[in-house]
């Protein structure tokens, strides 16, 4: 995700206006009138244990897996030995404590030491580069695995672009120069998807919540879980779309975040489908449209009436470990789209327009 280094509110991120024509989808839901209440480069293999610590690969009967654990351990004494630098182990540690990390072995331990070390490397030698408009620095994804931070971008791009409901808007319109949804208190505080990939229905949900809000006046936190368990989506943490979403709630009406908290961030999975009508609020779909992403100008306008739901691609290992500032990284791929999030706002920094994206991935 993104955070401006001057922004007065770290909930939102920015990310460059020249990547607009990147996020091939940009969804807006109305609302029905309200009803009574009532009615990039994959990591290296990593190494396994050294030598005579518990090894699964060890312990096997298969010649094969038994020389592979060997290979590996050697491996890891190689590391140990030319790839550790001084300091190394005081820095992985005070890592731990600075972002609250626990392993729950020596196993564990060594391994997430490799996988920061790989990251350490990556953010030494790209954090020169004078001419980008964001940092990069470690957090708390510096020990995961390529794998496991691939696991969250969690929007399934459709195989077709959808053509229906392309919304055309007055090109006589005004557009503001800037605007933030979050100064009218109608964007949800930082919340974290967990170990799902959930961010579908988290940027469902959140342009929802900013049209339920525009049209109420006040803000409702609206539940996730409810979106992930009732879309008839059985593997809802493998990905989904916000159509889905959007498709579901003109069914059923959304229920609030505490009448249907989040849980799937720790299951890593949805479950049954807990719908209560009783319980539900007055906010339910009536219609969505297709913003044309590739308009700059269309995208804003679209964003000045209510938060939309859009999406774009955050393989980049820049992205992974971004930390403040206008992302701009022109080695992005905007033909592939993986991550779905809120947007907020827009505006400019020192001549450099920017997106406000809302995060799913946590405040850390």
Known sequence: DKSADKSADKSADKSADKSADKSAEAE????KPAKDAKKEEPAAEEPAAAEGEEDPEADSDDPQRKEKAKALAKEWKEFEKTELDEGDIDRFIKYCADFGKSYVNKIEFKLR???WKQSDNFIKANSWDARSHYKIGHNKFSDWSKHEYMNLLGYAQPAEKQAKNIVRMSNTASVASSIDWRKYGLVSDVSGQGMCGSDWAFAAIGALEGAYGVQQGK????SIQQALDCTGQATSCKGGTMTQAFDYL???KAMTAKDYPYNTGYAQRGDECKYDEAKATSCQVDTYTFADSGDVDMMKKALSHQPIATSFNADAQSFQF???GVYDDESCDGTVLNHAVTLVGYGSEDGEGYWLPQKSLGSD
């Not at 807006?28 to 609302?31: F, V, W, Y």
């Open 113 to 115: 030491l490799w996988q």
């Open 28 to 31: 807006k839901p109305a609302e």
């Open 219 to 222: 803000f409702t936190p609206l």
């Open 322 to 324: 971004y930390t403040s």
């Open 250 to 252: 003109k069914t059923a």
